[in-house]
């Protein structure tokens, strides 16, 4: 308690302003989303891929690779690794 009341005393002395800027703007957003669907498809992808459905996976996959330009390279390297697993069936 007592440190809260300094703290806003030396505060009040040298006149700072305590400012919660929010930088939200549309291109922020949309590379968010961007990156966040490359993500999930490719996350959904390999999970089709483990359950065996293998031309759901494919399709999953392809929204990873394609979408988002040069975004998330990893993760579209993953999906072109799982793209190609797809085509080879195991039990």
């Given at each position: 308690?007592?440190?809260?009341?300094?703290?806003?005393?030396?505060?009040?002395?040298?006149?700072?302003?305590?400012?919660?800027?929010?930088?939200?703007?549309?291109?922020?957003f949309?590379?968010?989303?961007?990156?966040?669907?490359?993500?999930?498809?490719?996350?959904?992808?390999?999970?089709?891929?483990i359950?065996?459905?293998?031309?759901?996976?494919?399709?999953?996959?392809?929204?990873?690779?394609?979408?988002?330009?040069?975004?998330?390279?990893?993760?579209?390297?993953?999906?072109?690794?799982?793209?190609?697993?797809?085509?080879?069936?195991?039990?």
């Amino acid at each position: 308690m007592k440190d809260s009341i300094s703290l806003k005393r030396f505060l009040y002395k040298n006149k700072f302003e305590l400012k919660f800027v929010v930088d939200l703007d549309m291109e922020k957003f949309e590379n968010n989303y961007v990156n966040n669907k490359i993500i999930s498809a490719s996350r959904q992808g390999r999970y089709s891929l483990i359950k065996g459905e293998f031309e759901i996976a494919r399709t999953y996959y392809k929204i990873s690779i394609v979408s988002g330009g040069f975004k998330q390279i990893l993760w579209k390297i993953r999906s072109i690794i799982g793209f190609i697993l797809s085509f080879f069936t195991w039990t």
